[in-house]
């Protein structure tokens, strides 16, 4: 079933890459199952690269856990959700809470933050956005003009 | 008669609220949950919905694709604008409370105004994704 779940997540990429003919034949695979002997035979460079994959599972694996153990160990040191005790509600938060209404002069103090305090960091939120936004006009094009239709590819087998 | 006769009077019934609705969350973001972020969304989401129902050609003679690669950036730039005026009058950068002459209404100020550069830049730039990967299945029906 992983394997099919795999499959099912390359061939969607493979179709946003706009390579159908590849993602066809990675759903194919994916439902003969990768490990059939005659599910393989799209060429020999891919088979290879498969069988060299294989191998690197287990130190994949062991990496994978090491990681994930470090990063579980990690949060051991994060406080109790929602303790009024964590240094991040020890801060600035108490002044954002008693004095912003006063210093900014609206009610809504996530806009009083978000705004005016941490100004800066919603500029480059929103600049991140923007830029964004731009990557992909760079990468899809805007949309708006129609290129001819490209040459059939040809097919993987 | 065209098909989708529902569709097409429940939609022309939807979309104004929608955007009357994103401008609400805009403008109210002082008082109430909301900002430009969400606006922005809002504003997106109701030529989305025009998009599906009247298609991309209608969407775009009324919001041509120039025009929102352009707001996209002049959010930003009216965003950095309110900074640099700050500092022309005297604060720090993006300090509002320079502004005006009431610290108040200087912030205030600032911040509805920064918050409408928020508004569209979001959503001009979820407006022109939505653009390109529309345009993208046309191309690949032709």
């Known amino acids: ?8 997540l390359a061939a969607s990429l493979y179709v946003l890459l706009d390579a159908v003919d590849v ?23 891919d088979q290879r690269g498969e069988g060299a994959r294989r191998q690197h599972n287990l130190l994949a694996l062991v990496v994978v856990l090491i990681t994930g153990g470090a990063l579980i160990y990690g949060t051991m040191d994060m406080p109790n959700f929602a303790d009024p005790e964590a240094p991040a509600h020890q801060h600035v938060a108490p002044r954002y809470v008693q004095d912003s209404v006063d210093e900014i002069g609206i009610p809504n ?39 001819r239709p490209r040459p059939p590819r040809k097919r993987l087998q | 008669m065209s098909p989708h006769v529902v569709l097409r009077v ?3 019934v939807l979309i104004p609220v929608i955007l009357l609705f994103a401008l609400y969350i805009q403008f109210h973001g002082e008082y109430s949950p909301g900002g430009g972020f969400q606006a922005g969304i809002i504003f997106a989401a ?24 352009l707001l996209s950036a002049c959010g930003a730039l009216l965003y950095i604008g309110i900074g640099v005026w700050a500092m022309f009058a005297g604060g720090n950068f993006l300090e509002y409370k320079v502004l005006a002459s009431d610290p108040h209404l200087g912030e205030t100020m600032g911040i509805i105004l920064i918050e409408l550069g928020v508004g569209i830049t979001v959503g001009a730039v979820v407006i022109s994704l939505f653009y390109s990967f529309a345009g993208r299945t046309r191309e690949q029906e032709n």
């Open chain 2, 10 to 12: 429940g939609a022309k």
């Open chain 2, 46 to 69: 109701a030529l989305v919905l025009y998009t599906l129902i009247f298609g991309l050609d209608a969407v775009q003679r009324a919001v041509p694709p120039v025009a929102v690669h």
């Open chain 1, 23 to 45: 993602a066809a034949d990675r759903s194919r695979r994916g439902r003969r199952g990768v490990d059939h002997p005659d599910a393989r035979g799209a060429g020999a460079d």
């Open chain 1, 1 to 8: 079933m992983l394997m099919g779940i795999f499959s099912l």
């Open chain 1, 109 to 147: 103090m996530v806009t009083s933050v978000l705004a005016s305090y941490r100004g800066l960091d919603t500029l480059g939120e929103v600049l991140v956005i923007f830029s964004a936004g731009v990557a992909v006009l760079l990468l899809l094009g805007a949309g708006t003009y129609r290129r």
